[in-house]
């Protein structure tokens, strides 16, 4: 089943490039769109240390998929600035290099709560940026979303941190969740613009089983582009990448042309307006499980491979045989059935599980 490295593409003709590993389950907030109280409470079975990839079977399995194609790695959790000596893997992730001889882009998803003793200690191991999830600049506000009372003092705190250490651009990302946060998608595009920090709205998701997902909490990205739109004016702006998950949008200066300097926002719509059909990326989670869509319900188990010794030639192998099986397009079937459909309430895995 050997295929010529790089050349990865699946049953939809879309190519292997982002692979994000999660590199824990757990998380020290309590956010209720994924990892509500009620569910991962103080008696949840979070996975044994035994039962997680190593920082080096990690790395040899990163190092297969960039031979396939992965350009890009992200690390994600949970949170995983709570994976003890991360920034171990970081550095010998970052030794990593295409077959064009390139260094990859390393980047980190984290809630910031750690962000500021750990950004240079990060930036010293080989990561180039984070993006920082933030869903509300109001205190009261912030601390309810998180359920933990963490104070958003301590989060822009660590975003200062991150920007000082140089692990830039940093994206923000906020999930907006209607009659929750919503009123706060003004306030911080007046905060982050002209910061240098690229701020992304994502809508609210159906990701996992336990977060009581309605569409009627779904603000549509449309509606975040009006409201800000309406007093600081946009301007389209082109995708950066091939398989870019948010929509571009810059702010405009008074001749309607993007102000390079006030900088920019982004939108995901993953719920209103699928991008299956340019999805370029996979997912490892912390046990060795491959999850080819955020939305699945099940994994290809890759650790038993890891240490039933398979050989490079085996994984790379297995690699290819699951990335040209690939048909996933959640979110194109989503939008064609009705929400009360079997489907549309199928047991999927948590988002903690996998990152986003």
Not at 17 to 24: A, C, F, P, Q
Not at 34 to 57: I, N, R, V
């Given at each position: 089943m050997a295929t010529p490295p790089g050349l990865l593409v699946d049953?939809?003709?879309?190519?292997?490039?982002?692979?994000?590993?999660?590199?824990?389950?757990?998380?020290?907030?309590?956010?209720?769109?994924?990892?509500?109280?009620?569910?991962?409470?103080?008696?949840?079975?979070?996975?044994?240390?035994?039962?997680?990839?190593?920082?080096?079977?990690?790395?040899?399995?990163?190092?297969?998929?960039?031979?396939?194609?992965?350009?890009?790695?992200?690390?994600?959790?949970?949170?995983?600035?709570?994976?003890?000596?991360?920034e171990t893997l970081i550095t010998q992730l970052s030794a990593l290099r295409t077959p064009g001889g390139k260094a990859l882009d390393l980047t980190l998803t984290t809630n910031g709560s750690l962000l500021q003793r750990k950004a240079q200690l990060l930036k010293a191991a080989g990561l180039q940026r984070v993006t920082v999830s933030l869903d509300g600049l109001d205190d009261a506000v912030f601390r309810s979303m998180n359920d933990v009372d963490f104070p958003v003092a301590d989060v822009l705190a660590g975003l200062q941190a991150a920007c000082d250490a140089g692990l830039g651009p940093i994206k923000i990302n906020m999930v907006v969740k209607r009659g929750t946060n919503d009123q706060e998608i003004l306030p911080m595009a007046r905060h982050f613009r002209?910061?240098?920090?690229?701020?992304?709205?994502?809508?609210?998701?159906?990701?996992?089983?336990?977060?009581?997902?309605?569409?009627?909490?779904?603000?549509?990205?449309?509606?975040?582009?009006?409201?800000?739109?309406?007093?600081?004016p946009l301007v389209p702006l082109e995708a950066s990448a091939p398989g870019e998950t948010a929509e571009r949008w810059g702010y405009a200066d008074g001749n309607g042309r993007h102000d390079v300097a006030a900088g920019e926002i982004g939108v995901i719509s993953s719920v209103t307006q699928a991008f299956c059909g340019t999805c370029n990326r996979a997912r490892l989670s912390t046990e060795g499980q491959l999850f080819l869509c955020l939305f699945a319900s099940r994994g290809y188990d890759l650790k038993t491979l890891l240490r039933n010794t398979a050989s490079d030639d085996q994984l790379a192998s297995a690699l290819a045989y699951i990335w040209q099986a690939r048909n996933d397009r959640y979110s194109e079937l989503r939008s064609l059935q009705p929400q009360d459909s079997a489907e549309s309430s199928a047991r999927r895995v948590e988002m903690s599980y996998i990152g986003g």
């Open positions: 049953t939809r003709g879309r190519p292997l490039r982002d692979l994000r590993i999660s590199v824990t389950d757990r998380c020290n907030f309590r956010c209720s769109y994924c990892m509500p109280k009620e569910t991962f409470g103080q008696d949840y079975p979070y996975l044994a240390h035994s039962a997680l990839l190593t920082f080096e079977e990690i790395t040899r399995l990163a190092r297969q998929f960039v031979l396939q194609g992965v350009q890009k790695l992200r690390l994600t959790g949970g949170e995983p600035l709570l994976r003890k000596n991360i002209g910061s240098g920090m690229v701020l992304r709205f994502i809508e609210y998701m159906d990701v996992g089983a336990t977060n009581g997902w309605r569409m009627n909490e779904v603000l549509p990205s449309a509606e975040v582009v009006r409201r800000i739109h309406s007093e600081m």
